[in-house]
């Protein structure tokens, strides 16, 4: 059985280091918000290149809170894509305000900058453009347009951590960046977890008091708040992956490479990237039309592909009632052909080969 992901396999590789750190935790007696957690949440800051990271529950928590923090709430609008995982536009909601759907560039699925000015009403108040994938959004024009017309910039990195666009890491462009670190993301934990960065001090204040209740000293709340604390054990884990990450990125970039020169013969669409951007290969998203017929194929031979995302956002039914700028084309058209092929650090050069020669074979019998 060759997996989509596999945290477990990572888990192995460092499991001397991950278990120390935990026994380090646990012999501490102190368990939330402590060492680890401030540690960690410096290393991580440092690594994006921002002043201030803020360690949460998770990494719809994360964007929920950002928004808060830039407060943005009921009334407001903000503006994303539709081809996301529904965290996105859950988070949107969690903050009280509207999302507002737009269309993706057709190349890189990420949002398309030249859709955003038309979205804009009296009472947008942010956009949220997806690294999806592990590939940047084209951020120049997006923080043009957001400086233009005073809305926030918050990043959703949730795919993308140690991806880069003209040399900066994802996060640290707009006014505040969200990550994820669910199990299966290029810097996952061993449960849930995720953190807000920024470079404005006064955002990052406003999230560490939002993630606790709205305490600035014990039991005492100067506003509502709630509770979303990274804990003190994925923290520890966290900060043993992350000395490991851009090594663990290579690895994704070598299979993607791999798959894309392997690949060419085939009758499907390759991943691209953009110029002056660093893509991390979360996931190697491949596009055909005969889509289910090729996931079908490989789930035959053992190969466990997935789709990210079958249906996009304003298609489900409890987002059917959202508010689309106009139609979304682009969107509507790859979620019936994008394939995510099996792609994480450990991966073995036997599942690499087998996965390609099973893709080759399917295109082999389409053209007989």
Known sequence: MILCANPKAQYLLYKEEIDTAISRVLDSGWYILGNEVRLFEEEFAGYIGVAHGIGVGSGTEALHLALCACGIGRGDEVITVSHTAVATVAA????GATPVLVDIDPDFYTIDPDKIESAITSHTKAIIPVHIYGHPADMDPIVEIAERYSLKVT????????????????GSMGDIGCFSFYPTKNLGALGDGGIVVTNNEKLAEKAKLLREYGWAERYVSHFPGWNTRLDEIQAAILRIKLKHLDEDNLKRVRIAELYSKELEVCDIILPKQRKDSAHVYHLYVIRSERRNELLTFLKEKGIYALIHYPMPVHLQP?????????????????????????????????????????IRDFAGAAND
Not at 92 to 95: F, H, K, P, S, V
Not at 155 to 170: F, I, L, N, P, S
Request: net charge neutral.
């Open 318 to 358: 409890a987002y059917r009632r959202l508010k689309a700028s106009d139609k979304l084309p682009e969107t509507e058209k790859i979620t019936k052909e994008i394939i995510s092929l099996p792609i994480y650090p450990e991966l073995s050069e036997s599942d690499i080969q087998t996965t390609i020669k099973t």
């Open 155 to 170: 990043e959703d990195c949730a795919q993308a951590h140690g991806a880069t666009y003209k040399g900066k890491r994802v």
């Open 92 to 95: 949107i909601e969690l903050a």
